[in-house]
C-alpha cells in the first residue's frame, strides 16, 4: 500500500507559513490575456474562481525570520499550476527584480510542466525562466528551491532543478514525466516509488526531505550562511602557540601513521560536533549520485561562514570505500562555493579512493583529475585541513587550497605504505621503511612548506577528542576569517608551495 499523499496548501498558505506575519508583499500585476481566444479565456476564468488567484503563480517579497527575500511560488489550483506565456512573464519579471534588487530568491513550485492549452510557445517559455534563474545565480545570490506535490513536466527541468540548495516535501510526486502520461503512452503503470521526495534525496539528487512548517528554520539557516558578509567579517584573533605543534614530542612516522588508523580517531562528524556553530547538511550531486565516503554542506565556525567538503572516514569501509562520487558530489560543494563566493573547506581523511572495475568504469581517475584543477582555478578562497590519513590520488584530490592546515599525526602519501613496499620490496614488511623514505609526516611537509600549519596532538587526537576538535575548530575559524578578508589566490599561487 503506497503512503497518503500529503495534503496541499496554496501558495498563499505557505506563504503565509514561511514569511513573518505580515510581511508579504505581492509583486504582481494582472495578466496579459491578449490575443486569447474566447474558449480558453472561459477555461482561464473558470480556474481563477476556483483558485481565488489570477495565474498558476505568486511572486513577490516578505521577511523571513527577519531577513528580506524574494517568492516565486506555484498555485496547483490554477489549472495543475501549470506554465503558460503569462505566468512565465510573471516568473521571469519577479526572478530579474531579485536579481536587481540583490535578494535571495525562493521557490515553491508545484506544477503539472507546460500548459497544453497553450503548447509549444509555452514549452519554450522554460527557456527564458532558465536563464532568468542562472542571471540570478551568475550575480552570486541565493536560489533555493521546495518542490511541492507534483512538480513535474517542464517545470521539474528547469526552475525545480536549478536550486543551490533543494528540499522536498514529503511523499511529493516530483519527476519528469507526469505517471499518467507514461501510463498513456506506454500502456503500463510507471514503476512505484521513484518519482517520489524521498527517492530522489536517497539518489543524492536533492538535499532534504522536509515538512512545510519545517522549512522556514533550515532555510533561514542555509541563508545565514550563504548571505553572510564576505567583507568586514570580525577579525578573529590568532589561536595561541600551544594549540600549534612546536616540535616536540617528535613522534616516529610510522606511530603517526598507526594514530591516525585508530578507530576512535575523531573523523569529520565529531570535529563539526564540537567545533562549528553551525551546520546544514547538503546531500548528493544533484545528478543521481552520492557517496557516504564524503560529507557536504555549509558550516560556520564561529561567524565565518564556508562551504564544507570532508572525507567521512565512518563512511568509508573495506566494502564501499569513496568512489568518484564523492569526487562528483565534492566538484558540486566546490561550484556552490564559486558562485556564491564562499570559503571552501576541504578535508583530507581517507584509506584511498576506491580500486575497483566500479571506480574505473566510473572514471575515478578522470574526476580527481577535474578535482585538481577546480581546486587550483576556484575563484573562491580555499582551505584544506589534513585531519587523519591521506592515501593516494583520493586525498591528492583535495589538497590544493590558498592554505593547508595539518594535524600532528596526518599524513599524505602515493599510496598506503603497505602498497609502496609491495611494488618496491614486494613484500609488505617494510611498510614502515616507505613512510619514513617518502617523508608523509604532515611535520615533514611542513618543513617542505607544503602544510602552513600544524595542529598539535596531545598526545593523540583519540584521546582527547572534544579538545583536539575544539582547536583544530578555532584554528579553522582564524584562518577563515582571513581568507574571507584578502580572498583567493592566484593559481599560481596555489601551485607554488610544491615547487
Known amino acids: 500500500m503506497t503512503d497518503p499523499k500529503p495534503a496541499r496548501l496554496s501558495a498563499a498558505e505557505l ?27 472561459a477555461v482561464l476564468a473558470a480556474a481563477a474562481e476556483k483558485s481565488g488567484v489570477d495565474e498558476s503563480v505568486l511572486t513577490g517579497e516578505g ?23 503569462a505566468s512565465a512573464d510573471r516568473l521571469v519579471t519577479a526572478i530579474e527584480r531579485a536579481t536587481r534588487e540583490e535578494l535571495p530568491l525562493l521557490a515553491g513550485p508545484v506544477s503539472g510542466g507546460t500548459r497544453m492549452q497553450e503548447g509549444t510557445p509555452a514549452f519554450v517559455q522554460m527557456v527564458r525562466i532558465t536563464q532568468a534563474v542562472a542571471a540570478h545565480k551568475e550575480a552570486g545570490l541565493p536560489y533555493l528551491v521546495y518542490l511541492r506535490h507534483p512538480t513535474t513536466g517542464g517545470v521539474m527541468a528547469s526552475w525545480g532543478s536549478l536550486g543551490h540548495m533543494t528540499v522536498a ?148 569501509t573495506l566494502e564501499h570505500p569513496m568512489g568518484p562520487e564523492a569526487l562528483r558530489e565534492a566538484r558540486r560543494g566546490m561550484r556552490l562555493a564559486s558562485d556564491l563566493g564562499l570559503p571552501l573547506v576541504t578535508v583530507i581523511d581517507t584509506q584511498g579512493a576506491a580500486l575497483s572495475a566500479e571506480a574505473e568504469n566510473g572514471g575515478l581517475a578522470g574526476e580527481i583529475a ?46 598506503p605504505p603497505e602498497g609502496a613496499s609491495a611494488i618496491v620490496h614486494r613484500d609488505l614488511d617494510h611498510a614502515p621503511e616507505m613512510a619514513r623514505s617518502q617523508q608523509v609526516r604532515a611535520i615533514d611537509l611542513h618543513a617542505r612548506g607544503i602544510v602552513d600549519m600544524v595542529v598539535a596532538e596531545r598526545p593523540d587526537a583519540a584521546d582527547e577528542a572534544e579538545a583536539f576538535c575544539q582547536r583544530v575548530g578555532r584554528v579553522l575559524e582564524h584562518e577563515l576569517a582571513v581568507l574571507l578578508r584578502v580572498g583567493p589566490g592566484s593559481p599560481a599561487d596555489r601551485a607554488r608551495r610544491y615547487v
Open 63 to 85: 521577511l523571513m525570520h527577519g531577513r528580506r527575500v524574494a517568492v516565486v511560488m506555484g498555485e496547483f489550483a490554477f489549472l495543475a499550476g501549470s506554465i503558460g506565456r
Open 169 to 316: 516535501e514529503p511523499g511529493a510526486l516530483i519527476g519528469f514525466l507526469g505517471p499518467r502520461v507514461y501510463e498513456a503512452l506506454y500502456g503500463k503503470e510507471f514503476p512505484e516509488g521513484v518519482q517520489t521526495g524521498e527517492n530522489l534525496y536517497a539518489h543524492g539528487i536533492i538535499d532534504a526531505v522536509l515538512a512545510p512548517h519545517e522549512i522556514a528554520h533550515i532555510l533561514d539557516r542555509a541563508l545565514a550562511m550563504l548571505t553572510a558578509p564576505r567583507l568586514g567579517i570580525a577579525a578573529v584573533p590568532p589561536p595561541p602557540a600551544d594549540h600549534f605543534y612546536d616540535g616536540t614530542p617528535e613522534v616516529e612516522t610510522w606511530d603517526a601513521v598507526t594514530r591516525s588508523r585508530r578507530e576512535d580517531r575523531p573523523g569529520i562528524r565529531r570535529l563539526l560536533r564540537y567545533a562549528a556553530s553551525d551546520v546544514v547538511p547538503l546531500n548528493g550531486t544533484g545528478q543521481g549520485e552520492q557517496d557516504p565516503g564524503l560529507f557536504i554542506g555549509l558550516v560556520r565556525f564561529g561567524e565565518a561562514p564556508c562551504v564544507f567538503l570532508g572525507q567521512d572516514r565512518r563512511g568509508q
Open 370 to 415: 577535474r578535482c585538481l584543477s577546480d581546486l587550483v582555478t576556484l575563484d573562491a578562497p580555499t582551505l584544506c585541513l589534513m585531519l587523519g590519513e591521506g592515501n593516494g590520488g583520493g586525498a591528492l584530490a583535495f589538497l590544493p587550497a590558498d592554505r593547508v592546515v595539518a594535524t600532528q599525526h596526518s599524513w599524505l602519501s602515493p599510496l
Open 15 to 41: 506563504i503565509d507559513l514561511v514569511l513573518d506575519d505580515g510581511s508579504w508583499s505581492s509583486w504582481d500585476t494582472p495578466p496579459d490575456r491578449t490575443g486569447v481566444s474566447e474558449e480558453y479565456a
